[in-house]
């Protein structure tokens, strides 16, 4: 009766009018056997072109028969398929039952997909989690990450919760999101940061491109105490490939010491400042500045600062802010605005911001709106340059 009844579900060959995949008509052949798995592959790729909707529909029933006959990936797959294609309540409440059935089955991938459904059910938090650790427990890579990640965002901390080691078995597991995440986590404290560094170059190196961006930020000329452009370069241009706009920025100012390269970089670099990109504003401010013929336009270098400023904290903004604030001074016409600009840059600096000392200090080099003062010039120097600000080092 069940064979027959495949059989009679893959009767008709999909893609009328196209020659099928190899894989595809190995798959039709088994199926027509009475082999659910081979239904349920068949279903998967049939499902794949959602603009066919024969194929679609007929993928679907393929899908709903293999599972119901204990094909456990068919469940987990087809709830996925409900919960994307979703048009309401019954397709979320069938996505429930078909990764239950295959959760409570001991398949680790649908106990996670079911964590997934009681997302988007809004359903209850902690059995959501529950469902993504569960997952996890069996093997599946993405519940281990997701486990991870839920706990973590409720604030917990590493001891006692399992976050790290929920994303270190995803990452062992060979999911590299679960790596990047775990990377990322271990960034924030300066013991961990050399193995954190590792690991997302791992990441990156195994085709992760959120990785490559942040491995590439993290070597990043002016906002990277490790700045190497030998080292940063390949990484930023596979991450650039990628689509990853701070990592095209990293790539461009790096092209800037090369003569034939340099032009096109600029340009490319204005380009995506004009887009939004907080980094390149910052790279083709800094470049801008110091041409001399024709000298460059002050409105524009405080506005492509300010776009880096606007971050609220981070590397970028403790170097865009300074450079804003030195904009704003060459260019204030009255007391008032020179006095707020210099206001900010004194109160950063109290507070440690190398960038922001090393700007002060040009101030009394200059003598505009301070009195010129040579000692404090350099005394506010060597403390940028203390605080790793490397321009105040030369």
């Known amino acids: 009766m069940v064979v027959g009844l495949l059989a009679a579900c893959a009767g008709t060959r999909p893609n009328a009018g196209f020659a099928p995949r190899p894989e595809q008509v190995d798959a039709e052949r088994r199926c ?31 899908l709903e028969i293999a599972c119901g006959q204990d094909d456990l990936p068919a469940c987990s797959f087809l709830a ?21 059935h295959a959760c409570g089955l001991r398949f680790g991938a649908a106990c996670t ?20 650790e569960k997952g996890c427990a069996l093997g599946d890579a993405e519940g281990c990450e997701l486990y991870g990640v839920a ?16 994303l270190a078995r995803a990452c062992e597991l060979g999911r590299l999101s679960g790596c990047h995440h775990l990377a990322r986590k271990r960034f924030r404290q300066p013991e961990t940061r050399p193995e954190a560094a590792a690991l997302m170059l791992r990441s990156c190196q195994g085709g992760h491109a959120a990785s490559c961006e942040y491995i590439t930020i993290w070597l990043a000329p002016l906002i990277s105490a490790n700045a190497d452009c030998t ?5 930023a241009d596979t991450a650039c490939r990628a689509k ?47 041409r001399t013929q024709p000298k460059p336009d002050l409105e ?50 109290d507070s440690s911001m190398g960038e922001a000392c090393c700007e002060l200090g040009e101030q009394y080099r200059i003598g505009r709106w301070v009195p010129a003062d040579a000692e404090k010039a350099r005394e506010l120097r060597s403390k940028a340059c203390g605080l790793g600000c490397e321009r105040c080092c030369r």
């Open 113 to 132: 997909q079911l964590g997934e459904v009681i997302r988007y059910q809004d359903g209850d938090q902690r059995t959501m989690v529950e469902a993504f």
């Open 32 to 62: 027509q056997g009475g082999s659910p798995p081979a239904c349920s592959a068949l279903g998967r790729m049939l499902t794949e072109n959602r603009d066919n909707g024969r194929d679609f529909e007929r993928g679907l029933v393929l």
């Open 151 to 166: 706990q973590e965002d409720k604030g917990a901390t590493a001891d006692g919760n399992g976050v790290d080691a929920a």
């Open 231 to 235: 080292r940063v370069a390949p990484l």
């Open 244 to 290: 990853r706009g701070s990592a095209c920025a990293v790539s461009d100012v790096c092209k800037l010491a090369i003569p034939h390269e340099a032009g096109p970089a600029l340009e490319r670099l204005r380009a995506a400042c004009d887009h939004g990109e907080a980094l390149a504003c910052l790279y083709w401010a800094d470049a801008e500045s110091v």
């Open 300 to 349: 524009s270098l405080f506005q492509a600062y300010g776009v880096g400023c606007r971050i609220e904290r981070g590397p970028l903004a403790e170097v865009a802010c300074p450079r804003q604030a030195g904009v704003k001074l060459a260019r204030a016409r009255g007391r008032p605005e020179a006095d707020t600009a210099l206001s900010d840059l004194q109160r950063t600096c």
């Open 80 to 100: 996925g398929l409900y919960v994307r294609e979703s048009r309401g309540k019954p397709s979320l409440a069938r996505a429930h039952d078909l990764a239950a």
